[in-house]
Protein backbone atom coordinates (compact mmCIF):
# COMPACT_ATOMS: atom_id res chain seq x y z
CA UNK A 1 0.00 0.00 0.00
CA UNK A 2 1.96 3.29 -1.10
CA UNK A 3 2.94 5.29 1.59
CA UNK A 4 0.31 8.56 2.26
CA UNK A 5 2.61 11.98 1.33
CA UNK A 6 0.36 13.92 4.39
CA UNK A 7 2.07 11.32 7.13
CA UNK A 8 5.41 12.48 5.65
CA UNK A 9 5.11 16.22 6.12
CA UNK A 10 5.34 16.66 10.03
CA UNK A 11 9.22 14.67 8.95
CA UNK A 12 9.85 16.99 5.81
CA UNK A 13 8.73 19.77 8.12
CA UNK A 14 11.16 19.15 10.56
CA UNK A 15 14.09 18.43 7.98
CA UNK A 16 13.42 22.08 6.66
CA UNK A 17 13.66 23.77 10.16
CA UNK A 18 16.69 22.04 11.01
CA UNK A 19 18.03 22.95 7.86
CA UNK A 20 16.90 26.97 8.56
CA UNK A 21 18.22 26.12 11.86
CA UNK A 22 21.67 25.74 10.68
CA UNK A 23 21.65 29.83 10.07
CA UNK A 24 23.08 30.49 13.45
CA UNK A 25 26.11 28.35 13.22
CA UNK A 26 27.13 30.98 10.71
CA UNK A 27 28.08 34.32 11.70
CA UNK A 28 26.99 36.61 13.74
CA UNK A 29 26.64 34.03 16.07
CA UNK A 30 29.57 31.13 15.29
CA UNK A 31 27.45 28.33 17.10
CA UNK A 32 28.97 25.99 15.44
CA UNK A 33 28.01 22.81 16.76
CA UNK A 34 24.31 23.68 15.51
CA UNK A 35 25.51 22.46 11.97
CA UNK A 36 26.63 19.34 13.68
CA UNK A 37 23.03 18.76 14.65
CA UNK A 38 21.66 20.13 11.27
CA UNK A 39 23.68 17.73 9.56
CA UNK A 40 23.28 14.91 11.56
CA UNK A 41 19.27 15.13 10.86
CA UNK A 42 20.04 15.06 6.97
CA UNK A 43 21.99 12.28 7.44
CA UNK A 44 20.02 10.11 9.46
CA UNK A 45 17.13 10.80 7.72
CA UNK A 46 18.94 10.00 4.55
CA UNK A 47 20.01 6.52 6.09
CA UNK A 48 16.45 5.90 6.89
CA UNK A 49 14.92 6.16 3.47
CA UNK A 50 13.20 3.61 2.08
CA UNK A 51 14.40 4.38 -1.29
CA UNK A 52 16.61 6.90 -3.20
CA UNK A 53 14.00 8.88 -4.35
CA UNK A 54 12.28 9.61 -1.13
CA UNK A 55 16.01 10.23 0.68
CA UNK A 56 16.26 13.41 -2.32
CA UNK A 57 12.87 14.26 -1.54
CA UNK A 58 14.38 14.83 2.32
CA UNK A 59 17.49 16.17 1.19
CA UNK A 60 15.15 19.09 -0.67
CA UNK A 61 13.34 19.61 2.26
CA UNK A 62 16.42 20.04 4.41
CA UNK A 63 17.99 21.87 1.28
CA UNK A 64 14.82 24.70 1.10
CA UNK A 65 15.26 25.31 5.09
CA UNK A 66 18.91 25.51 5.10
CA UNK A 67 19.27 28.09 2.00
CA UNK A 68 15.78 30.06 2.87
CA UNK A 69 17.27 30.75 5.78
CA UNK A 70 21.14 31.82 4.60
CA UNK A 71 20.20 33.46 1.60
CA UNK A 72 17.40 34.95 2.24
CA UNK A 73 18.46 38.62 2.00
CA UNK A 74 18.20 38.33 -1.54
CA UNK A 75 15.18 39.13 -1.23
CA UNK A 76 16.28 42.60 -0.07
CA UNK A 77 18.22 43.50 -3.22
CA UNK A 78 15.47 42.52 -5.57
CA UNK A 79 12.71 44.35 -4.16
CA UNK A 80 13.96 46.94 -1.48
CA UNK A 81 16.76 48.51 -3.43
CA UNK A 82 16.29 46.74 -6.85
CA UNK A 83 12.29 47.78 -7.28
CA UNK A 84 11.17 44.45 -7.90
CA UNK A 85 7.70 44.14 -6.85
CA UNK A 86 7.21 42.23 -3.58
CA UNK A 87 5.77 39.09 -4.84
CA UNK A 88 7.90 38.83 -7.83
CA UNK A 89 11.24 38.94 -5.37
CA UNK A 90 10.00 36.74 -2.99
CA UNK A 91 9.02 34.18 -5.41
CA UNK A 92 12.79 34.45 -7.29
CA UNK A 93 13.94 33.98 -3.56
CA UNK A 94 12.35 31.02 -3.31
CA UNK A 95 13.47 29.60 -6.68
CA UNK A 96 16.59 30.58 -6.02
CA UNK A 97 16.59 28.61 -2.90
CA UNK A 98 14.94 25.92 -4.29
CA UNK A 99 17.52 25.50 -6.87
CA UNK A 100 20.22 25.48 -4.41
CA UNK A 101 18.38 22.52 -2.46
CA UNK A 102 18.34 20.51 -5.93
CA UNK A 103 22.14 19.78 -4.64
CA UNK A 104 21.44 17.90 -1.02
CA UNK A 105 18.71 16.59 -2.93
CA UNK A 106 20.83 14.77 -5.00
CA UNK A 107 23.09 13.91 -2.09
CA UNK A 108 20.42 12.15 -0.56
CA UNK A 109 19.19 10.59 -3.92
CA UNK A 110 22.99 9.64 -4.48
CA UNK A 111 23.76 8.58 -0.42
CA UNK A 112 21.06 5.82 -0.95
CA UNK A 113 21.58 4.81 -4.38
CA UNK A 114 25.82 4.58 -4.15
CA UNK A 115 26.20 0.38 -3.48
CA UNK A 116 27.48 0.28 0.00
CA UNK A 117 27.16 -1.99 3.17
CA UNK A 118 24.88 -1.06 5.49
CA UNK A 119 27.38 -0.22 8.56
CA UNK A 120 29.28 2.28 5.74
CA UNK A 121 26.25 4.13 4.26
CA UNK A 122 25.80 6.26 7.38
CA UNK A 123 29.12 6.63 8.55
CA UNK A 124 30.77 7.48 4.80
CA UNK A 125 28.70 7.40 1.83
CA UNK A 126 26.01 9.91 2.78
CA UNK A 127 28.91 12.13 4.06
CA UNK A 128 30.90 12.06 1.24
CA UNK A 129 27.57 12.30 -1.29
CA UNK A 130 26.67 15.22 0.57
CA UNK A 131 30.25 17.08 0.86
CA UNK A 132 30.74 16.14 -3.45
CA UNK A 133 27.42 17.95 -3.93
CA UNK A 134 27.87 20.67 -2.00
CA UNK A 135 31.06 21.21 -3.91
CA UNK A 136 29.79 20.86 -7.17
CA UNK A 137 27.55 23.60 -6.04
CA UNK A 138 30.40 25.72 -5.40
CA UNK A 139 31.33 25.15 -8.97
CA UNK A 140 28.32 24.73 -11.29
CA UNK A 141 27.39 27.80 -13.17
CA UNK A 142 30.26 29.95 -12.04
CA UNK A 143 29.44 28.45 -8.81
CA UNK A 144 27.86 29.88 -5.39
CA UNK A 145 29.33 28.53 -2.28
CA UNK A 146 27.63 30.52 0.16
CA UNK A 147 27.16 29.14 3.32
CA UNK A 148 29.53 26.24 2.82
CA UNK A 149 29.38 23.75 5.71
CA UNK A 150 32.54 23.70 6.56
CA UNK A 151 32.83 27.37 7.01
CA UNK A 152 30.67 27.45 10.15
CA UNK A 153 33.36 25.84 11.74
CA UNK A 154 36.17 28.61 11.48
CA UNK A 155 38.09 29.95 12.76
CA UNK A 156 36.84 29.04 15.82
CA UNK A 157 36.57 25.08 16.80
CA UNK A 158 39.68 22.65 16.72
CA UNK A 159 38.17 21.94 12.85
CA UNK A 160 40.42 25.83 11.62
CA UNK A 161 43.50 23.79 12.34
CA UNK A 162 43.07 22.06 9.19
CA UNK A 163 41.66 25.02 6.82
CA UNK A 164 45.76 25.91 6.03
CA UNK A 165 46.09 22.13 4.96
CA UNK A 166 43.06 21.34 3.05
CA UNK A 167 41.00 24.40 3.01
CA UNK A 168 37.05 25.08 4.01
CA UNK A 169 35.94 22.47 2.16
CA UNK A 170 38.83 19.93 3.69
CA UNK A 171 37.14 20.95 7.37
CA UNK A 172 33.63 20.48 5.82
CA UNK A 173 34.65 16.71 4.71
CA UNK A 174 36.31 16.19 8.33
CA UNK A 175 33.05 18.01 9.85
CA UNK A 176 30.59 15.47 7.41
CA UNK A 177 32.73 12.55 8.29
CA UNK A 178 32.83 13.03 11.98
CA UNK A 179 28.94 13.53 11.96
CA UNK A 180 28.59 10.08 9.88
CA UNK A 181 30.55 8.24 12.65
CA UNK A 182 28.04 8.81 15.34
CA UNK A 183 25.07 9.29 13.13
CA UNK A 184 25.82 5.72 11.61
CA UNK A 185 26.55 3.78 14.66
CA UNK A 186 25.96 5.85 17.58
CA UNK A 187 26.78 3.27 20.20
CA UNK A 188 30.35 2.79 19.36
CA UNK A 189 33.01 4.20 21.39
CA UNK A 190 35.33 3.27 18.58
CA UNK A 191 33.53 5.85 16.55
CA UNK A 192 33.66 8.62 19.33
CA UNK A 193 37.68 8.10 19.90
CA UNK A 194 37.75 9.44 16.13
CA UNK A 195 35.74 12.20 16.29
CA UNK A 196 37.92 12.96 19.65
CA UNK A 197 40.81 12.11 17.53
CA UNK A 198 39.80 14.22 14.64
CA UNK A 199 39.49 16.92 17.08
CA UNK A 200 42.29 17.02 19.52
CA UNK A 201 44.44 17.16 16.27
CA UNK A 202 43.11 19.68 15.00
CA UNK A 203 43.64 21.49 18.34
CA UNK A 204 47.48 20.38 17.98
CA UNK A 205 47.28 22.07 13.94
CA UNK A 206 46.20 25.70 15.30
CA UNK A 207 49.19 26.13 17.35
CA UNK A 208 51.23 25.60 13.54
CA UNK A 209 52.41 28.66 11.77
CA UNK A 210 52.37 27.52 8.23
CA UNK A 211 53.71 31.36 7.28
CA UNK A 212 56.06 33.50 8.30
CA UNK A 213 56.22 37.43 9.67
CA UNK A 214 57.83 39.97 7.34
CA UNK A 215 59.07 43.25 8.63
CA UNK A 216 57.32 45.04 11.00
CA UNK A 217 53.77 46.01 11.05
CA UNK A 218 52.01 48.12 8.77
CA UNK A 219 49.58 50.84 9.73
CA UNK A 220 46.51 50.35 7.80
CA UNK A 221 43.25 52.60 7.52
CA UNK A 222 39.95 51.37 6.22
CA UNK A 223 37.25 53.68 4.90
CA UNK A 224 33.53 52.89 5.82
CA UNK A 225 31.38 55.52 4.34
CA UNK A 226 28.09 54.07 4.85
CA UNK A 227 26.21 55.55 1.88
CA UNK A 228 22.64 53.53 1.09
CA UNK A 229 22.06 52.03 -1.96
CA UNK A 230 19.76 54.12 -3.15
CA UNK A 231 21.75 57.49 -2.82
CA UNK A 232 25.04 55.85 -3.90
CA UNK A 233 24.03 56.23 -7.80
CA UNK A 234 21.90 59.29 -7.62
CA UNK A 235 23.65 61.89 -9.25
CA UNK A 236 21.65 64.02 -6.82
CA UNK A 237 24.19 62.80 -4.00
CA UNK A 238 26.88 62.61 -6.40
CA UNK A 239 28.98 65.18 -4.61
CA UNK A 240 28.34 64.67 -1.08
CA UNK A 241 29.60 60.57 -1.96
CA UNK A 242 32.53 62.27 -3.19
CA UNK A 243 32.44 64.29 -0.33
CA UNK A 244 32.19 61.85 2.38
CA UNK A 245 35.35 59.64 1.01
CA UNK A 246 37.89 62.51 0.76
CA UNK A 247 36.98 63.60 4.09
CA UNK A 248 37.51 59.85 5.38
CA UNK A 249 40.86 59.82 3.19
CA UNK A 250 41.99 63.04 4.82
CA UNK A 251 41.10 61.73 8.29
CA UNK A 252 43.39 58.63 7.49
CA UNK A 253 46.48 58.01 8.92
CA UNK A 254 47.54 54.77 7.94
CA UNK A 255 50.60 53.82 5.73
CA UNK A 256 47.64 52.23 4.04
CA UNK A 257 44.29 53.77 3.33
CA UNK A 258 41.94 51.43 1.30
CA UNK A 259 38.43 52.67 0.15
CA UNK A 260 35.56 50.13 -0.51
CA UNK A 261 33.85 48.85 -3.59
CA UNK A 262 33.03 51.63 -6.09
CA UNK A 263 33.63 54.25 -3.36
CA UNK A 264 33.85 57.21 -6.45
CA UNK A 265 30.43 56.11 -8.18
CA UNK A 266 31.53 56.86 -11.77
CA UNK A 267 34.31 55.64 -14.16
CA UNK A 268 37.31 57.00 -14.00
CA UNK A 269 37.29 58.54 -17.01
CA UNK A 270 34.70 60.48 -15.69
CA UNK A 271 35.84 61.76 -12.15
CA UNK A 272 37.03 65.01 -11.94
CA UNK A 273 40.84 65.65 -11.97
CA UNK A 274 40.34 67.71 -9.25
CA UNK A 275 38.74 65.35 -6.81
CA UNK A 276 41.68 62.60 -7.51
CA UNK A 277 44.39 65.42 -7.26
CA UNK A 278 42.77 66.14 -3.59
CA UNK A 279 42.69 62.58 -2.90
CA UNK A 280 46.66 62.12 -3.45
CA UNK A 281 47.43 65.06 -1.26
CA UNK A 282 45.04 64.01 1.59
CA UNK A 283 47.78 60.61 1.78
CA UNK A 284 50.92 62.58 0.57
CA UNK A 285 53.43 59.94 0.69
CA UNK A 286 51.38 57.33 1.92
CA UNK A 287 49.75 54.99 -0.21
CA UNK A 288 45.98 55.40 -1.13
CA UNK A 289 43.57 52.09 -2.38
CA UNK A 290 40.11 52.92 -4.01
CA UNK A 291 37.69 50.74 -6.16
CA UNK A 292 36.61 52.50 -8.76
CA UNK A 293 34.39 51.59 -12.23
CA UNK A 294 36.58 51.39 -15.59
CA UNK A 295 35.82 51.78 -18.66
CA UNK A 296 37.59 49.57 -21.46
CA UNK A 297 38.01 49.88 -25.05
CA UNK A 298 34.88 49.39 -26.05
CA UNK A 299 31.19 50.90 -25.10
CA UNK A 300 29.91 47.69 -23.61
CA UNK A 301 33.14 47.29 -22.11
CA UNK A 302 34.03 48.26 -18.01
CA UNK A 303 35.14 46.87 -14.99
CA UNK A 304 34.63 46.49 -11.30
CA UNK A 305 38.03 47.51 -10.24
CA UNK A 306 40.66 48.45 -7.46
CA UNK A 307 43.25 50.83 -8.35
CA UNK A 308 45.94 52.07 -6.09
CA UNK A 309 45.35 56.12 -6.97
CA UNK A 310 48.76 57.54 -5.53
CA UNK A 311 51.22 54.91 -7.43
CA UNK A 312 52.84 56.45 -10.38
CA UNK A 313 51.69 53.91 -12.44
CA UNK A 314 47.98 53.14 -10.89
CA UNK A 315 48.09 49.77 -11.13
CA UNK A 316 44.88 48.37 -11.50
CA UNK A 317 42.82 44.78 -10.18
CA UNK A 318 39.87 44.09 -12.21
CA UNK A 319 36.94 41.78 -10.87
CA UNK A 320 37.19 38.15 -12.22
CA UNK A 321 34.50 36.17 -10.47
CA UNK A 322 31.23 37.94 -11.43
CA UNK A 323 28.22 37.82 -9.43
CA UNK A 324 25.33 36.14 -11.72
CA UNK A 325 22.89 38.37 -12.18
CA UNK A 326 24.37 41.38 -10.23
CA UNK A 327 26.74 41.94 -12.72
CA UNK A 328 26.38 39.85 -15.84
CA UNK A 329 23.37 38.39 -17.19
CA UNK A 330 23.61 34.39 -17.75
CA UNK A 331 21.93 33.03 -20.46
CA UNK A 332 19.77 36.78 -21.38
CA UNK A 333 17.64 34.39 -23.29
CA UNK A 334 15.87 33.24 -20.26
CA UNK A 335 16.73 35.52 -17.60
CA UNK A 336 17.07 39.01 -19.49
CA UNK A 337 13.21 39.70 -18.72
CA UNK A 338 14.13 40.00 -15.06
CA UNK A 339 15.66 43.29 -15.79
CA UNK A 340 12.66 45.30 -17.07
CA UNK A 341 11.70 44.79 -13.11
CA UNK A 342 15.04 46.03 -11.32
CA UNK A 343 16.68 48.78 -10.94
CA UNK A 344 20.61 47.78 -11.17
CA UNK A 345 23.28 49.77 -12.16
CA UNK A 346 26.27 48.65 -13.83
CA UNK A 347 24.88 45.24 -14.23
CA UNK A 348 26.80 44.07 -17.46
CA UNK A 349 30.58 43.97 -16.02
CA UNK A 350 33.19 42.73 -18.06
CA UNK A 351 35.85 40.30 -16.47
CA UNK A 352 39.63 40.82 -15.72
CA UNK A 353 42.27 38.34 -16.02
CA UNK A 354 42.23 35.15 -14.01
CA UNK A 355 45.46 35.78 -12.18
CA UNK A 356 46.62 39.77 -11.82
CA UNK A 357 49.64 41.45 -9.71
CA UNK A 358 49.39 42.57 -6.24
CA UNK A 359 50.17 46.29 -5.54
CA UNK A 360 53.16 46.90 -4.73
CA UNK A 361 53.12 49.77 -1.66
CA UNK A 362 56.20 50.17 -0.01
CA UNK A 363 57.06 46.48 1.86
CA UNK A 364 53.37 45.48 1.01
CA UNK A 365 52.61 43.48 -1.78
CA UNK A 366 48.93 44.17 -1.60
CA UNK A 367 46.51 41.22 -3.71
CA UNK A 368 42.81 42.58 -4.21
CA UNK A 369 39.92 40.72 -4.35
CA UNK A 370 36.35 42.28 -4.68
CA UNK A 371 33.38 41.66 -2.52
CA UNK A 372 32.21 37.98 -3.83
CA UNK A 373 35.23 36.67 -5.09
CA UNK A 374 36.88 35.86 -1.84
CA UNK A 375 34.03 33.18 -1.33
CA UNK A 376 36.06 31.27 -3.87
CA UNK A 377 39.47 29.79 -1.32
CA UNK A 378 40.60 28.30 -4.86
CA UNK A 379 40.65 31.45 -6.60
CA UNK A 380 42.21 33.91 -4.21
CA UNK A 381 45.72 31.59 -3.83
CA UNK A 382 46.45 32.67 -7.20
CA UNK A 383 48.00 35.72 -5.87
CA UNK A 384 50.61 33.83 -3.93
CA UNK A 385 53.57 33.31 -3.10
CA UNK A 386 53.61 36.52 -4.17
CA UNK A 387 50.98 38.71 -2.74
CA UNK A 388 52.16 39.07 1.48
CA UNK A 389 48.73 40.92 2.60
CA UNK A 390 45.49 40.58 1.08
CA UNK A 391 42.27 42.87 0.99
CA UNK A 392 38.45 42.67 -0.28
CA UNK A 393 36.59 45.48 -1.37
CA UNK A 394 32.67 45.52 -1.09
CA UNK A 395 29.57 46.77 -1.05
CA UNK A 396 26.67 45.01 0.74
CA UNK A 397 24.44 48.04 0.92
CA UNK A 398 22.43 45.65 -1.38
CA UNK A 399 21.81 43.61 1.95
CA UNK A 400 21.24 45.80 4.25
CA UNK A 401 19.21 44.81 7.78
CA UNK A 402 20.01 40.96 6.92
CA UNK A 403 23.26 38.95 8.44
CA UNK A 404 24.60 38.99 4.88
CA UNK A 405 27.66 41.30 5.96
CA UNK A 406 28.65 39.07 8.76
CA UNK A 407 28.52 35.97 6.71
CA UNK A 408 30.30 36.74 4.18
CA UNK A 409 33.47 38.07 6.79
CA UNK A 410 33.27 34.76 7.93
CA UNK A 411 34.09 33.61 4.42
CA UNK A 412 37.15 36.38 4.08
CA UNK A 413 38.65 34.60 7.82
CA UNK A 414 38.51 31.89 6.15
CA UNK A 415 40.63 32.65 3.22
CA UNK A 416 42.90 33.97 5.79
CA UNK A 417 43.33 30.72 7.20
CA UNK A 418 43.77 29.14 4.27
CA UNK A 419 46.22 31.59 2.93
CA UNK A 420 47.96 32.30 6.04
CA UNK A 421 47.96 35.94 5.87
CA UNK A 422 46.31 38.70 7.14
CA UNK A 423 42.80 39.72 5.22
CA UNK A 424 41.89 43.62 5.43
CA UNK A 425 37.89 44.08 4.32
CA UNK A 426 36.83 47.95 3.42
CA UNK A 427 33.42 47.92 2.92
CA UNK A 428 29.88 50.50 2.61
CA UNK A 429 27.89 49.57 5.10
CA UNK A 430 29.97 47.09 6.76
CA UNK A 431 31.55 44.83 8.00
CA UNK A 432 34.57 46.18 7.83
CA UNK A 433 37.45 44.87 9.89
CA UNK A 434 40.91 43.38 10.06
CA UNK A 435 41.71 39.66 10.27
CA UNK A 436 44.90 38.37 10.81
CA UNK A 437 46.29 35.13 9.64
CA UNK A 438 44.78 32.74 12.08
CA UNK A 439 41.68 34.11 10.59
CA UNK A 440 41.00 35.60 13.66
CA UNK A 441 38.75 39.41 14.27
CA UNK A 442 41.33 41.63 15.34
CA UNK A 443 39.16 44.70 14.89
CA UNK A 444 36.04 45.79 13.35
CA UNK A 445 33.64 48.57 12.58
CA UNK A 446 29.85 48.71 13.33
CA UNK A 447 27.54 48.34 10.52
CA UNK A 448 25.94 50.98 9.33
CA UNK A 449 28.47 53.46 10.71
CA UNK A 450 30.39 56.50 8.73
CA UNK A 451 33.45 55.62 10.38
CA UNK A 452 37.77 54.69 9.53
CA UNK A 453 39.04 51.67 11.31
CA UNK A 454 42.41 51.88 12.28
CA UNK A 455 44.85 49.47 13.06
CA UNK A 456 48.29 48.01 11.97
CA UNK A 457 48.35 44.37 9.73
CA UNK A 458 51.37 42.29 9.28
CA UNK A 459 52.95 40.81 5.47
CA UNK A 460 53.58 36.88 5.64
CA UNK A 461 55.68 34.99 3.01
CA UNK A 462 55.78 31.66 2.55
CA UNK A 463 52.70 29.18 1.42
CA UNK A 464 50.12 26.64 3.45
CA UNK A 465 49.74 23.39 2.13
CA UNK A 466 46.69 24.71 0.95
CA UNK A 467 47.96 27.26 -0.94
CA UNK A 468 50.24 24.44 -2.79
CA UNK A 469 47.67 21.92 -3.55
CA UNK A 470 44.46 24.41 -4.01
CA UNK A 471 41.35 21.94 -3.11
CA UNK A 472 43.31 18.75 -4.77
CA UNK A 473 43.17 17.14 -1.67
CA UNK A 474 40.00 17.05 -1.02
CA UNK A 475 39.41 15.89 -3.92
CA UNK A 476 41.27 12.97 -3.96
CA UNK A 477 39.91 12.52 -0.51
CA UNK A 478 36.40 12.21 -1.63
CA UNK A 479 37.56 10.22 -5.03
CA UNK A 480 39.47 7.64 -2.51
CA UNK A 481 35.82 7.37 -0.02
CA UNK A 482 33.69 6.68 -2.85
CA UNK A 483 36.60 3.88 -3.97
CA UNK A 484 36.97 2.23 -0.66
CA UNK A 485 33.17 2.06 -0.46
CA UNK A 486 32.90 0.17 -3.69
CA UNK A 487 35.79 -2.19 -2.17
CA UNK A 488 33.83 -2.42 1.20
CA UNK A 489 30.70 -3.67 -0.69
CA UNK A 490 32.40 -6.56 -2.58
CA UNK A 491 33.69 -8.14 0.01
CA UNK A 492 32.03 -11.17 1.42
Known sequence: MPYPAWRAAPLHLGLAACGAASVFSFAPWYWAPLMWLSLAALFAAIGHAPSPRHAAWRGLSWGLG????????????????????????????????????????????????????????????????????????????????????????????????????????????????????????????????????????????????????????????????????????????????????????????????????????????????????????AVGKRHLVSGVPIMGQRDD??????????????????????????????????????YQFLDMPLSGFSRGAPKQPPFVLGPTRLAANICYEDVFGREIIRALPEATMLVNVSNLAWFDGSWAAAQHAQMSQARALETGRYMLRATNTGLTAIIDQKGRLLASLPPMKKALLEGRARNFTGLTPYARLGDWVFLLALAAGFALSLALARRV
Not at 159 to 178: D, H, K, R, V
Request: net charge neutral.
Open 66 to 281: YFLANVHWVFISMHTYGGMPAWMAAGCTLLFALYLALFPALAGWLGRRWPARDAWRGALVIPLAFCATEYLRGWLFTGFPWAVSGTSQLPYTPLAGYAPLIGAWGAGLLLALCVGQVVGAPRQPKRWAAVAATWLLGLGLQQVDWTTPQGEPVSVSLAQGNIPQDMKWDQAHFVDNLRTYLWLTREAKGEIVVLPETAIPAFLNDIPDWYLDELRQ
Open 301 to 338: EYYNSVMAITEPKQAVYSKHHLVPFGEFVPVPTLFGWM
